[in-house]
């Protein structure tokens, strides 16, 4: 099948790209190389799908309908996981990320209804969730009360994703993906941050007591499940619409990732407290049992092997590998 991948270039995107690939399905990627981090990061992301004959690399912002146009008539199927990412620079300025978030993602809902494309996997976030004091994490929580523009838009996705789906009939999947981490994660995210400061004799920076907890993901069983997430659309009823958590159902405090980091990298950690962040959630906890059920989703990557090949992946760029 050809499947357009949104934000393609990115960490996740461009893992999925390669999974998509290797299955021997054609893909179109459109991703706009928003300097929100450097250009060459998301070229070298790119560097095994451009070995395939199936893959065409289209450079455009999803607000841009010229951008849209250029797409393929024959893609079947979107996957949506172009965004302006991060909880902190939201709240320096929302208005771009209602802008990109919010209209972007209307425009793509738009270009599926137009094009008549029936199967759309859109990307959440767990940040919907903001401080709810109920944990794990379900799917039936309420989510009323973000607390950052980011989680704001991505709330306002999901509404606009439902409303789609009940109007025009198209099969989406909304994931809430909970703390991705793995090779090619972002530069600005906690672990590659923490992973270069290390390296370089820095000190982390902690915000708060340590003691916020996050459920964090590695990519391979993030990957599983959009896979799932994929077939799921493709044998769902029309109109079928659902929101599907992606967490590793296990929560880590920030201190602690950071020994574990420390200890992977053969350095010891030194800290400088800095006070809490506005817009960060306390914890996030995934309960993942519609995901199991749905997708068949079963992630099996625990803490500290993910955080040993994240390391391991690091290494390597710092001694010139690509991958």
Known sequence: ???????????????????????????????????????PVKERNLEGARDHDGFLDLD?????????????????????????????????????????????TTRLLEFARERQIKHFVFASSSSVYGNNRKVPFSEDDPVDHPISPYAATKRGGELLAHTYSHLFGIRILSLRFFTVYGPRQRPDLAIHKFARLLSQGEEIPMFGDGTTRRDYTYIDDI????????????????????????????????????????????????????????????????????????????PSTDFEEGIRRFVAWFRSRENGGAS
């Open 1 to 39: 099948m050809k499947t357009l991948v949104t934000g393609h270039a990115g960490f996740i995107g461009s893992h999925f790209v390669d999974r998509l690939l290797e299955a021997g399905d054609e893909v179109v990627g459109l991703d706009n190389r928003d300097p929100f981090y450097p250009a």
């Open 60 to 104: 455009g912002d999803i607000r841009d309908p010229e951008a849209l146009e250029r797409i393929p008539d024959d893609v079947e199927r979107v996957v949506h996981l172009a965004a302006l990412a991060g909880v902190r620079p939201s709240i320096e300025d929302p208005a771009r990320y209602q802008s990109v978030n919010l209209e972007g």
């Open 223 to 298: 990957l599983a499940g959009m896979e799932g997430a994929l077939e799921w659309v493709q044998s769902a009823p029309e109109g079928a619409f659902e929101i599907v958590n992606l967490g590793e159902s296990r929560t880590v405090e920030l201190r602690e990732m950071i020994q574990v980091l420390g200890r992977e990298m053969g350095v010891e950690p030194r800290i400088r407290r800095l006070p809490p962040q506005p817009g960060d959630v306390e914890r996030t906890w995934a309960d993942v049992s519609r995901a199991r059920r749905l997708l068949g989703y079963d």
